[in-house]
């Protein structure tokens, strides 16, 4: 099993700066990686997929990069919005696995 | 547009075997590529996929319970079913169906509310 490992637990950050998330996998992924975000109470909502594809509705400010196992998650200037937990899950292989999620908080 | 909702007992046993329906409107699971799964998420915790049923019927499983779980086609051409036995108290979770595609790599872009499963004799 592909295990992600997501750095840091928790950020604590101000509106408009930018938030940096890691997912790091146990082996390769290739461009089979994608990140949620997550609100309290709330269904994860697909953020990015294949690394860098923003879905539908999602703004530019959130980008992905990375390959094979180290892969980033990019906020360029935080809205209120964006307070939130956050998972990378990979499809590479099964099974298909979470990362243990990257809490954004307000500083 | 898509919606999913899935329903179920709220409280199981111990022992006892757990159902799951997730209904859902605005795509047919007859369509190829299309692919609807279960997840689920302990308080307070990570999320974990569970299962995976393909439009062709295909299914794929967590390893570390496909000896517990089953994932099905419903009755109903709009519902996709999930049993899970044998439940424990660390199955407690909130369980959520998504819906996914191929041309976005069935990464889960639709996600039902949740319905949290609380296990307990």
């Known amino acids: 099993e592909i295990v992600l490992t997501q750095s840091p637990a928790t950020l604590s950050l101000s509106l408009g700066q930018r938030a940096t998330l890691s997912c790091r996998a146990s082996?390769?992924?290739?461009?089979?990686l994608a990140w949620y975000q997550q609100k309290p109470g709330q269904a994860p909502r697909l953020l990015i997929s294949?690394?860098?594809n923003r879905a539908t509705g999602i703004p530019a400010r959130f980008s992905g990069s990375g390959s094979g196992t180290d892969f980033t998650l990019t906020i360029s200037s935080l809205e209120a919005e964006d307070f939130a937990v956050y998972y990378c899950?990979?499809?590479?292989?099964?099974?298909?696995?979470f990362g243990q999620g990257t809490k954004v908080e307000i500083k | 547009q898509i919606t999913l909702k899935e329903s179920g007992p709220t409280l199981v046993k111990p022992t006892q075997t757990l159902t799951l329906t997730c209904t859902f409107s605005?795509?047919?699971?007859?369509?190829?590529?299309?692919?609807v799964g279960w997840v689920r998420q302990p308080p307070g915790k990570a999320l974990e996929w569970l299962a995976l049923?393909?439009?062709?019927?295909?299914?794929r499983y967590s390893p570390s319970l496909q000896s517990r779980l089953t994932i099905t086609k419903g009755t109903s051409k709009n519902q996709v079913v999930l049993t899970m036995t044998n439940m424990d108290p660390v199955d407690a979770a909130t369980y959520y169906c998504?819906?996914?595609?191929?041309?976005?790599?069935?990464?889960?872009?639709?996600w039902g509310q949740g319905t949290l499963v609380t296990v307990s004799s």
């Open positions: 998504a819906h996914g595609r191929r041309g976005d790599g069935y990464y889960f872009d639709y």
């Open positions: 082996q390769s992924v290739s461009s089979y």
């Open positions: 899950q990979q499809r590479s292989d099964w099974p298909w696995t």
């Open positions: 605005g795509f047919s699971l007859s369509t190829s590529g299309v692919g």
């Open positions: 049923i393909y439009w062709d019927n295909d299914k």
């Open positions: 294949n690394v860098s």
